[in-house]
């Protein structure tokens, strides 16, 4: 796995080279435990219903709960289960107002942070749910005082209830 993440006795592992739906289309492993962690079983392999070669689903994965976001062609896609992780379908796809494309995903209950990629990104985007993960809307755009192009405003972006972090990882690196 390229990225994981965890939350509580679920394990989310992405496989952003898994060729299932064309070269490098990616894919996504949810684990469970039930035996306090000396076990994990592989519950469910999630893939973009839109999948396509070279999306690279899986290249960023996040979890909060029932909830899975992963990124996937420039997009955020987010899966739900609601009978205990028996089945986790897609629900919603997310994408920046501004047709920017997406490289990182955080999420913390309700809230969705995406972090722009590309060398001249500046900004990262949050989305908001308020239906349950019905739907979701973007809220804000976020971008640094002094963004830059080459900057990497939004490679990483983390998340913990209402304070959100962003990193800048090319910042002032004299390119």
Same mark, same amino acid.
């Given at each position: ?9 679920? /394990? /989310? ?71 205990? +992780? ?18 990182? /995903? ?19 985007? /949050?989305?908001?749910?308020?239906? +349950? +993960? ?42």
């Amino acid at each position: 796995g390229y990225s994981v993440t965890i939350d509580g006795n679920t /394990v /989310v592992v992405g496989a952003y080279l898994d060729d299932d739906a064309g070269t490098s289309s990616g894919s996504a492993y949810v684990f469970r435990t039930t035996d306090g962690g000396a076990t994990y079983d592989q519950v469910a392999k999630l893939t973009a219903a839109d999948a396509a070669a070279g999306d690279y689903f899986g290249g960023s994965v996040a979890i909060a709960g029932d909830t899975v976001a992963i990124r996937g062609g420039g997009s955020v896609y987010i899966f739900r289960t609601t009978d205990g +992780g028996g089945t986790w379908p897609q629900v919603a796809k997310l994408v920046a107002s501004d047709g920017v494309s997406i490289s990182r /995903v955080a999420i913390s209950g309700d809230v969705v942070v995406a972090g722009a990629s590309g060398e001249d990104s500046i900004a990262s985007y /949050v989305f908001r749910t308020t239906d +349950g +993960g019905a739907t979701y809307g973007q809220v804000a755009k976020l971008t640094a005082a002094d963004a830059a192009a080459w900057d990497r405003f939004g490679r990483p972006v983390a998340i913990d209830g209402d304070t959100v972090v962003i990193g800048a990882y090319e910042d002032d690196s004299k390119r």
